[in-house]
């Protein structure tokens, strides 16, 4: 299994890895080093939505990316939600390599209005919600666009979660231990 480190200058995007601080809804962080992977498939489908992002003066924030299983039991302990949250039981498209949360920044670093902050466990996170300004649905469907353009499919409750198309049975689940130096402790 072969997973990427996604950072600039490799890869030409924002970091700001909400489990490997404070600010994410357990409050506490859930890595303890800020690394960013990838499957290698996922890795090149992020290249090219960084590249039609840029064509248009975008770029990209990841908030998530690769999840060992560890970090997936550790929230689903926390808040065990099926709406927002893969049951580790079943096995997170994250913890395969295959999924990446983020959103679209302008050329001045700043996030576009996506109308709920990552992670916003709420209706109003869901795509296609029209109880949002029109700047908002967007911004959205620009992020929706771009991603689907660069061959991702999205989940439809949250506007931030991208995955491989059938990812989960194309990829198997990844724990902490492959990658040579763990996110987790």
Known sequence: ??????????????????????????????????????????ADALRHAIELA?????????FDAFRPQEAQWALWHHTPDPEFLADPRRGSIHSRGAAIDLTLVDGNGQALDMGTGFDAFTPLSHHGNRDLSIEVQKN??????????????????????????????????????????????
Do not use: K
Request: with cysteine; hydrophobic share 50%.
């Open 140 to 185: 959205r469907y620009l992020l929706l666009g771009i991603m689907r353009a660069a061959g991702w499919d999205f989940y439809s409750n949250e506007w931030w979660h991208y995955q491989l198309v059938d990812a989960d049975t194309r990829y198997p689940l990844l724990s902490d231990s492959v990658l040579a130096r763990p996110m987790m402790h």
């Open 54 to 62: 840029a064509a248009i003066g975008l770029g990209l924030r990841i």
């Open 1 to 42: 299994m072969s997973l990427v480190s996604i950072a600039p200058p490799a890869f030409d995007v924002q970091l700001s890895l909400a489990y490997a601080s404070f600010d994410n809804f357990t409050g506490r962080p859930v890595y303890a080093r800020p690394d960013c992977w990838l499957h290698a498939d996922a």
